[in-house]
């Protein structure tokens, strides 16, 4: 939460306002959750591909009762899993999941980026993987909430991790409304599909 100065037009006063940010709207959180998701990734043998996947796998971890909200045993027992870790399903107002999905979709290739730049993700045969030092990151990172997040991590790619891109993408547009999936999913986003053969691409010729 953080506190900002309101003063009146006539510079009388001030007056002192805590104003509510979410979790998500810092950057360090962000770049933390994406870490230790990948980290979850890494250790499940779940390669991420793209940054259309990595996205989705990043959205639903946050909120994974979105998930697990099926009438079946192993549902179930995953909501208990997820409560049991802390986390709540009161905590995400549905009617905003479109929204919410949009915005934090549009923030992921900065992030990534970040994460690149850094050291802590490099591009491998498999999709994006996190380098040694992103290891170390991810393990240093001890808290109520990354246990917490781990745990949905671990439950969300047990269930969407191992799906084709097709089967992925109608999942998801059932559980965040079609309109928003394609709005955000295909709107601004051209190269979504790591390679690391660019150097083995000859260069194409102009025709004049």
């Not at 104003?19 to 390669?47: C, G, K, N």
């Not at 040694?132 to 671990?154: F, H, K, N, P, Q």
């Amino acid at each position: 939460m953080t506190s900002r100065t309101v003063s009146d037009p006539g510079g009388a006063r001030g007056l002192s306002s805590a104003i509510p940010t979410a979790p998500e709207d810092r950057e360090v959180f962000r770049l933390a959750q994406l870490t230790l998701l990948m980290e979850v990734a890494q250790a499940q043998r779940i390669p991420v591909h793209t940054v259309d996947r990595l996205g989705l796998y990043d959205f639903f971890s946050a909120n994974p009762f979105m998930v697990v909200s099926g009438e079946e045993g192993r549902d179930a027992e995953d909501r208990l899993a997820l409560r049991l870790a802390g986390f709540s399903n009161r905590q995400l107002s549905y009617a905003s999941t479109g929204q919410r999905f949009a915005s934090r979709r549009r923030r992921l290739q900065h992030d990534l980026s970040l994460l690149l730049a850094y050291g802590l993700v490099a591009i491998g045969q498999r999709g994006y993987v996190l380098t040694a030092a992103g290891r170390t990151v991810a393990e240093s990172l001890a808290c109520v909430y990354a246990d917490a997040y781990r745990e949905a991590a671990r439950v969300v790619l047990r269930r969407i991790g191992r799906l084709s891109d097709r089967r992925l993408t109608q999942q998801a547009a059932d559980w965040l409304g079609r309109s928003w999936l394609l709005i955000d999913l295909f709107d601004d986003i051209t190269e979504t599909t790591p390679s690391t053969d660019h150097a083995n691409r000859s260069p194409r010729r102009r025709h004049v």
